[in-house]
Every structure is written in C-alpha cells, then in structure tokens.
C-alpha cells in the first residue's frame, strides 16, 4: 500500500502538471502520513539533511560557472577553434557543433546550458548556410548530451552522494564514454549531411588567422585543464574545483574577454541562483522519497525478486537499461538518480557490476532521456532557443538518439571502455 501510495500519487500530481520537486515531496509526507512509521517532522529533517553534503556544494558552483562561461564569450571562441579544426569539411558545422558541444561539455557539467549556449550562437549560421532547421536543432539537443557525460558532470556528483562512490573515479570514468558519444554523433551527422549535401566552409584560414584565433581563445582552452588537472593532480577537491571555475570564468569574462559586463552580473547570478534552487528542492524531496522506500524495504525486495528472476548481469544490465530508458522519458534527470540509485544499486552488486560502471550507464541512460519525449528537456531549450516546432526537432534528433542507443550497449556490455581511466590512475 505504501509503494502505491509513493508511485501511485507521485504519477498523479505529474499527470496534472505539478512540479517534479513539489509531487515527490507531497508523495513522501502521503506515504509517511499513512505508514505512521516515523515522524511526520522527518520530511522536513530530510530536506535539510539531504542537501548538507560538501560535494553537493559543486552542483550550484558548475551551474554558475556555466552561465559565466556560457556570457562571458567562452562558447562563441569555442566555436571559432571548431571551425578551424572541422568547418572544411562535409557538413563542416554539424561536426563544429558536435566538437564545441563536447568542450564546452567540460565547462558547464549540464546538458540544457550547452544546448542554450551553443545553439544560440550556431543555429543562425547553419540556417545561413542552408542546413535544415530540424536537423540543425535535432543534432545540437541530441550533442548536448554529453554534457552530463564528459566531466565535470551534476549527475555526477550526485550519484556520487547517493551511492558513495568516488567523484574522482566517477569524472574519470566519463571520459571515454562522453568521447565516443562524441564521435558517433560527428560519424552520423557526417553521412546525413553528405545525403543531403552539406558542403563544408568554403574559407581557407592563413597561419597567421589560425595562430591568432587560437591565441584569442587559450583562456576558453584552458578551463578543462585547469579543472579536470587541479583534480587529478591533487590541487583541489571536485567541489573546490567547482568554486575555481566560478572564479576563472568570471575573470576572464570579465577582465580579459570583456564580454560579460558588469550590469550583467546580476542576471547571471539570479538565474544561476534559481537554477541551483530549483536543483536542491528536486534533490530534497528526492531524498525524502527514496528514504521512505527505504524505510518500508523496497529496494531489498525488488533486488532479490530480480536476482530470483535471473542472476545473468548480462541480463539483469539489459532489463535495467530499458528501466533506464523509459524513466528517462517522464523524471527529470536527478530525481531519477537519487530515487533509483538505492533501488537498483544492490541489484548490480549482487551480480558483480562496478558501482562506477553502473553509475556512468545510468547517466548515459538518463542523458538520453534529455532528448526523448515527453520530457525531452533539450528538446524544449533547442526548440526554443532555434525557433523550431517540436515535433520537427524529435524527427532531426531521432538518428541520433538511435546512434546514441547502440553507444550505451556497447558501454553496458564493455566495462572496460568506462572503467580503463579510474583503474589506470588507481
């Protein structure tokens, strides 16, 4: 009955519209109403202690730095050095988009603010040079991705919380998957354009313009290095390098690009700070929710009713990718991760699955689920912000999502692919 009451109204308050952070919050206090268990006041302990965590602390510092990087002229240098590298090409922009995608990927750590980043500055180009809107749009929501799977990654940190597992490891292990991801997307966006005739750009760069764009953009170049080395050399902590990117970013926007003004500042940090309440909310209610199914003994009742089904992992990694998949279409992604997390985590380390293995394939599952309906938020913010109806972005971004389907199978029946980064600095 309770588990009825939890899943039962926490779909019902959806169905009617009602926020995710505010349905699994009135979820919880129903369940724990009706079970008598505990307190009601444990709802309102939960929300403080679910967020009192100093890796949490990173998740509001990458979205504000994100957003600086993101005004601050980081992104459009970005997409400078992508035309250098891959704009003579066949379908020259869709490989730049991909490729500016992946870096900036390692600046914001969220999928939606590289979508709006990015998209906002190329869409009008690629229309320009005649590529379809849908396809344009498609392939930037679908590249924006990654940006939840190249480090540093929110997701990440917080199934680092829910889990235990390490944040270092876990960045690590999202190296090579988010560069495959990458790559595919690059591969497919290649043969669509040369079916539909994407030329390349046209321009050819002189030594002295390519010395000097990359000049211009070493401060945007050097935000991976200074963050994922800071980490890996010991400098600082994942949530320390959080705060060092809030400070680089807002530097150079600032004082060296001068693109991010000073009466703009305000903005930035209004809409950073709602971001990052909105976050937590979603975080503390999902907490709430997912002790209470702790409480009553779900997540050990369903791990040995899966096992007693079958204890094949190869089995059991394909039920929970499918899972996965279709949570990914109606949760937003961090509630789905701190709910699921201590569901299905003793299932997998019962079958000898890696936590970092499975924590790094449930944020590939669940970043699909970023462009996927009905809650395909990069859809949404690439729809937006390209000025495209949303049915036409879902069919530009269906080849890829596709592409990105046949990536996670290899990840899930490859651990080695995920885990060769963290075994090797171990």
């Given at each position: 009955m309770i588990s009825l009451i939890l899943f039962g109204l926490f779909a019902l308050l959806m169905i009617v519209g009602v926020p995710i952070g505010i349905s699994l919050g009135i979820a919880a206090m129903a369940a724990l109403g009706y079970g008598g268990v505990v307190d009601s006041s444990y709802l309102a302990q939960s929300l403080v202690t679910s967020i009192d965590s100093f890796p949490l602390m990173a998740v509001p510092f990458f979205i504000l730095a994100g957003d600086l990087m993101g005004h601050g002229g980081i992104s459009r240098r970005l997409l400078e050095v992508g035309e250098i590298l891959f704009g003579r090409y066949t379908g020259g922009l869709g490989l730049v988009a991909v490729a500016t995608c992946m870096f900036f990927a390692a600046i914001s750590g969220s999928g939606p603010a590289t979508v709006a980043a990015i998209g906002g500055i190329l869409f009008p180009a690629m229309l320009k040079r005649g590529y379809d809107r849908n396809f344009s749009v498609g392939l930037v929501a679908s590249a924006g991705c990654i940006g939840v799977v190249i480090p540093p990654s929110i997701p990440m940190v917080i199934y680092a919380t829910s889990s235990g597992a390490s944040v270092s490891s876990l960045f690590l292990a999202g190296v090579v998957p988010g560069v495959l991801i990458g790559v595919v997307l690059m591969l497919m966006s290649w043969f669509?354009?040369?079916?539909?005739?994407?030329?390349?750009?046209?321009?050819?760069?002189?030594?002295?313009?390519?010395?000097?764009?990359?000049?211009?953009?070493?401060?945007?170049?050097?935000?991976?290095?200074?963050?994922?080395?800071?980490?890996?050399?010991?400098?600082?902590?994942?949530?320390?390098?959080?705060?060092?990117?809030?400070?680089?970013?807002?530097?150079?926007?600032?004082?060296?690009?001068?693109?991010?003004?000073?009466?703009?500042?305000?903005?930035?940090?209004?809409?950073?700070?709602?971001?990052?309440?909105?976050?937590?909310?979603?975080?503390?209610?999902?907490?709430?929710?997912?002790?209470?199914?702790?409480?009553?003994?779900?997540?050990?009742?369903?791990?040995?009713?899966?096992?007693?089904?079958?204890?094949?992992?190869?089995?059991?990694?394909?039920?929970?990718?499918?899972?996965?998949?279709?949570?990914?279409?109606?949760?937003?992604?961090?509630?789905?991760?701190?709910?699921?997390?201590?569901?299905?985590?003793?299932?997998?380390?019962?079958?000898?699955?890696?936590?970092?293995?499975?924590?790094?394939?449930?944020?590939?599952?669940?970043?699909?689920?970023?462009?996927?309906?009905?809650?395909?938020i990069n859809l949404f913010v690439g729809s937006r912000v390209g000025n495209a109806q949303l049915e036409g972005v879902i069919r530009g971004a269906t080849p890829f999502l596709l592409s990105m389907i046949v990536v996670l199978l290899v990840l899930t029946y490859v651990p080695q692919i995920t885990l060769w980064l963290p075994n090797l600095m171990k």
């Open positions: 669509i354009a040369r079916k539909a005739g994407y030329h390349g750009i046209e321009r050819s760069y002189t030594g002295a313009e390519i010395f000097r764009i990359l000049w211009d953009a070493k401060w945007a170049l050097l935000v991976p290095v200074i963050i994922l080395g800071g980490i890996y050399g010991g400098i600082f902590t994942p949530t320390e390098a959080a705060a060092v990117a809030v400070a680089y970013g807002f530097f150079v926007g600032v004082f060296v690009y001068k693109d991010l003004k000073l009466a703009d500042v305000y903005k930035v940090l209004a809409h950073s700070a709602l971001t990052s309440a909105t976050v937590m909310v979603i975080v503390g209610t999902a907490t709430v929710f997912g002790r209470v199914l702790a409480i009553e003994g779900i997540p050990v009742k369903l791990a040995n009713e899966i096992v007693a089904l079958t204890s094949d992992p190869i089995m059991i990694l394909l039920l929970i990718n499918v899972l996965f998949l279709v949570v990914g279409c109606f949760m937003e992604t961090l509630a789905a991760i701190i709910i699921l997390t201590p569901i299905l985590l003793p299932v997998v380390l019962k079958v000898g699955v890696d936590p970092v293995h499975f924590g790094i394939l449930m944020i590939v599952n669940l970043a699909i689920g970023m462009v996927t309906p009905p809650m395909g």
